[in-house]
């Protein structure tokens, strides 16, 4: 999408309105883009179920078609024929449009033997270093150079399994490394691996494929070798983020909801935060009734961890339930260097948030009023869209494409529980 066309919308919000109904949670995002990556390796097709209609999943498809790959789209299955790979070299607007793209270096190496792709630079969250994953698969075999932004990759013959330990349980780094050594020569064993629910998710992928993993979900991952993968029918799971945040729109606008279709065992910290700020919580199989207290509460503290701690992603969301909370609420980023942007664009709707260096301290306050803020990325774009929710008159949403890429059709799944949004196109005047 040009730049041109990402400054011409907004969300107008009419706030104060109370949620209720039901919602059904769509597929994970951050499942998604990993098993699309490992659709590379599969010499026959595969199917992926309950696939979420993204910007950033359609990237990962224009990756897929880039390479040579068929990939073919009917509602939220998407069909992976990857038997004609035949280029290694991921364009940079690609790269650059989605800093996750780093996750098909593995796969295509593994196939191809070689690759080339730009750096993924940095983005909203801070810089994004990507040396856990060269670092583990140059162990593996594979030479890297690093030059004018471009890396240049090459394996003589196969990756070669091996014992990796990651200094820091890096999502991308673990999926960049099962996709590696599913099928190397040898045995991998990943120490300090990422325990997601995602990465799960991706080894029960792979597994179904006929790749042999593992302790996926642990802390030790083990990935032997096998010659070529098949293709599998697979459904993505459900998106705890997304659950998240559709949690957080019932509790700050004082409503209610049924979620449909997510995994409450995936959100071992989050539910309890929401307890503690006064929700009710009912959980039945893959449903999820949430009610909201009259005035919320304060949630005392939110550290962000590895899975199973609290997670990263839900902090913005969780920070814009707590600006209306009858208390102090702290929360300590410790995941990623600025994942605070959203607090600036929380003060001009009324919040009274205080930053120093990891740590926000949010003092609640009775009541938000709409003014026109921008998304500064995906989840603090999702945070000012629950807090516009809540707001006294109309909040003014831009940066709507932040949001696009983790949320589907997030203004009309709101509006159909008693929302009031509309996307719209900027005036001109206001370009
Ligand atoms: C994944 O990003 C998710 N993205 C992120 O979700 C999520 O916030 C993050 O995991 C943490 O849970 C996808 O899965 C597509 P990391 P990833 O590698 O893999 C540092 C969203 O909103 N690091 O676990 O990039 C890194 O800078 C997105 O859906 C290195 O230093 O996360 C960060 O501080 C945002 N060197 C920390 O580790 C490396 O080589 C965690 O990064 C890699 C990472």
């Known amino acids: 999408m040009g730049e041109r066309v990402l400054r011409l919308e907004r969300l107008r919000i009419e706030g104060s309105r109370k949620l209720y109904g039901e919602l059904t949670v769509h597929g994970a995002k951050n499942s998604t883009l990993p098993i699309l990556a490992a659709s590379l390796l599969c010499k026959s097709e ?9 910007s950033d999943v359609d990237t990962a498809v224009r990756i897929l078609r880039t390479l040579g790959c068929r990939v073919r789209r009917e509602r939220d299955v998407l069909a992976i024929d990857s038997s004609q790979l035949c280029d290694d070299e991921i364009p940079e607007n ?3 449009e989605m800093r996750s793209s780093i996750v098909f270096l593995g796969a295509v190496v593994s196939r191809l033997g070689k690759a080339r792709l730009s750096f993924p630079g940095g983005c909203e969250l801070g810089p994004r270093p990507i040396d856990l994953h060269l670092t583990a698969l140059r162990k ?14 090459t394996v003589p013959g196969r990756l070669k399994g091996c014992p990796i330990s990651l200094s820091f349980p890096s999502v991308g780094a673990t999926e960049n490394v099962m996709l590696a050594a599913a099928c190397a020569e040898g045995t991998t064993v990943l120490s300090n691996a990422a325990r997601e629910p995602e990465i799960c998710d991706l080894a029960d992928f792979l597994n179904a494929c006929g790749a042999r993993i593992s302790g996926a979900g642990g802390s030790v991952i083990v990935i032997e070798g096998v010659e070529s993968l098949g293709g599998c029918e697979h459904w993505v799971i459900p998106d705890r983020i997304v659950a998240a945040t559709y949690l957080a729109a019932a509790a700050i606008t004082g409503g209610e909801l049924l979620l449909q279709h997510l995994d409450c065992s995936h959100l071992p910290l989050v539910l309890p935060a929401f307890e503690e700020s006064g929700c009710l919580l009912k959980s039945e199989g893959d449903q999820l009734w949430v009610k909201a207290p009259e005035r919320l509460r304060p949630v005392k503290s939110v550290r962000t961890m590895p899975y199973p701690g609290f997670p990263t992603d839900a902090q913005a969301p969780v920070m814009a339930v707590t600006s209306l909370a009858d208390g102090t609420s702290v929360f300590v980023e410790n995941i990623f260097e600025s994942r605070y942007k959203h607090v600036g664009e929380l003060l001009r709707l009324g919040a009274n948030i205080k930053v120093e260096g990891r740590v926000a301290v949010v003092e609640g306050v ?3 009023s709409g003014a026109p803020v921008m998304a500064p990325d995906l989840r603090g774009g999702a945070a000012l869209l629950l807090a516009g929710l809540a707001a006294e008159g109309t909040t003014l949403l831009t940066g709507v494409h932040h949001l696009d890429r983790g949320y589907e059709a997030i203004e009309e799944r709101l509006s159909s529980v008693g929302a009031v949004i509309h996307r719209e196109f900027l005036p001109d005047s206001a370009e």
Do not use: K, Q, T, Y
């Open 366 to 368: 009775p009541g938000l």
């Open 140 to 153: 593996m075999g594979l030479s890297i150079r690093e030059d004018h932004g471009c890396l240049e990759c």
């Open 46 to 54: 595969a199917v992926l179920h309950n696939c979420p209609a993204l």
């Open 94 to 96: 690609l790269m650059r």
